[in-house]
C-alpha cells in the first residue's frame, strides 16, 4: 500500500480521536461543528461527535482490512467507498473555509490532505 493510503488512515484516526474527545465534553466547540460554541458542545452535538467518531472507525477498520486482507470489499465497491469518502472531504474543505471560526478554518488544511490522499489513491 501507498504513503497516501496510510496518511489518509492516519488523518481518519486523528478525527476519530477529536471527535471522541468532543464527544466525552472536551471545551473545543470553537474548532468544530461550525465554530458556534466556545467551550463543551451542548449534549445533542456531542451525541453527534461520538456518532461521526464511530463512522469513522468504521471506515478505518475497512481501510486496515482491506489493506490486510483485501477481502471487505471488490475493487469496484472500494472505489465507489473512496469516491464518497473524497466527495465528503472535498465538502468538508468548502464548509471549514467558509466557517465563521477561525480556528475551524484552519481544518481545511486537514479536510484538504484527505481529499489529496483519496485523490491519489483513486488515481493511483
Excluded at 458556534?36 to 458542545?41: A, D, E, P, Q, R
Amino acid at each position: 500500500m501507498t504513503i497516501a493510503y496510510y496518511g489518509l488512515i492516519l488523518l481518519l484516526l486523528v478525527q476519530v480521536v477529536f471527535q471522541a474527545l468532543l464527544a466525552a465534553g472536551k471545551p473545543w466547540g470553537k474548532v468544530a461543528w461550525g465554530g458556534t460554541y466556545s467551550g463543551v458542545l451542548p449534549h445533542k452535538l456531542r451525541r453527534v461527535s461520538g456518532l461521526v467518531a464511530l463512522v469513522y472507525l468504521l471506515v478505518v477498520t475497512i481501510l486496515m482490512q482491506y489493506a490486510l486482507i483485501g477481502a471487505v470489499f471488490t475493487e469496484r465497491g472500494f472505489n465507489i467507498l473512496l469516491w464518497c469518502l473524497l466527495v465528503f472531504f472535498t465538502l468538508g474543505t468548502v464548509l471549514n473555509l467558509l466557517s465563521p471560526s477561525r480556528p475551524e478554518r484552519i481544518w481545511a488544511v486537514y479536510t484538504l490532505m484527505a481529499a489529496g490522499c483519496i485523490a491519489a489513491l483513486l488515481l493511483g
